[in-house]
């Protein structure tokens, strides 16, 4: 069921990036602008890779599924996701994968973002370690969780440029 799970995350970030593609046309006939086109591959891969790290390390380390730890990790999944579809529904045509800035655009202060400015980010901080940890594999958890972390620290500050902050 694990890999099942996996290849469902998997899926959803199809989604996102068809959705993202939508968006980032939408935005560019509009005169958006670009930033950090640099990191964007790394981040697509790490996530890709993420997924693949998962499956791998419970497969050939046989990691089991431990249900006091499971379960709870499987929630955190399910919240984070509900977090991230939640921003980009109050984000709507402006949510993106990509950093885009619509020039005149107003920022969104809705939703989520009524509260912090990359809500996004934070759910997925809580998702990289959750998803591995769901059949603990803690080996992709660590490892992706700094990656991450390193990676986030670049979006943020491009981000923040990007807008303003």
């Known amino acids: 069921m694990y890999f ?3 290849l469902s995350i998997g899926l959803q970030r199809v989604a996102e990036l068809v959705i993202a593609r939508r968006n980032s046309s939408w935005a560019l006939t509009r005169g958006g602008r670009e930033y950090g086109r640099g990191h964007y591959p790394v981040m697509v891969s790490m996530h890709a890779l993420l997924l693949v790290s998962c499956a791998a390390e419970v ?3 046989r990691r089991p599924f431990i249900a006091w730890l499971g379960w709870p990790m499987v929630a955190m999944v399910g919240a984070s996701t ?3 579809w939640w921003c980009a529904a109050a984000l709507g045509k402006q949510w993106n994968s990509r950093v885009i800035v619509v020039p005149d655009a107003p920022l969104v202060t809705r ?3 009524r509260w912090l400015h990359h809500p996004n980010y934070a759910a997925v901080a809580v998702e ?3 998803v591995a940890l769901v059949h603990s594999a803690w080996l992709t958890a660590i490892a992706f969780s700094i990656a991450d972390a390193v990676l986030l620290g670049v979006r943020i500050r491009t981000e923040n440029r990007a807008l303003g902050y």
């Open 4 to 6: 099942v799970f996996v």
């Open 59 to 61: 497969a050939l380390l």
């Open 82 to 84: 509900g977090v991230r």
């Open 111 to 113: 939703g989520p973002y």
């Open 128 to 130: 990289v370690p959750a």
